[in-house]
């Protein structure tokens, strides 16, 4: 049976590569359905750091071995964009679309609580 944290750091690093890759390489057809930004380096930008967020959470996955470190980006990373996405759709800032994902970056929060306080959770760490 595959470790679900495993599984679950492929979902979230799958997710984030090609939703930061669709941002860098296509940047017109992205803003068509999140909606128009005055700052197109931003967009990139941030899509740059979720591209590597999703790529360290694949590598791990690949070694199969998801530590300590690689759990709290993938959490700290899903938090951290749920609560922007929400933060900045009341204020008026970007669009409700954003809301979805903000659904979305709990749901993987969700399931890294459910994954890690099963009883298995991480690894013991490497001597």
Not at 92 to 97: D, E, H, M, Q, V
Request: net charge neutral.
């Amino acid at each position: 049976m595959t470790d679900p944290v495993v599984l679950l750091a492929v979902l979230q690093g799958a997710l984030y590569v090609a939703s930061a890759a669709w941002a860098l390489l296509h940047v017109d057809s992205f803003m068509r359905v999140t909606g128009a930004k005055t700052d197109v380096w931003l967009v990139k930008a941030v899509a740059a750091l979720v591209l590597v967020i999703g790529a360290a959470l694949l590598a791990g996955a690949w070694r199969g071995r998801i530590g300590p470190d690689l759990a709290f980006l993938a959490v700290g990373s899903a938090t951290a964009l749920a609560l922007v996405d929400v933060f900045y759709v009341v204020q008026g800032t970007i669009a409700r679309i954003y809301l979805l994902d903000a659904l979305v970056q709990a749901l993987l929060v969700a399931g890294w609580v459910l994954v890690l306080t099963d009883g298995a959770g991480l690894p013991a760490p490497a001597p």
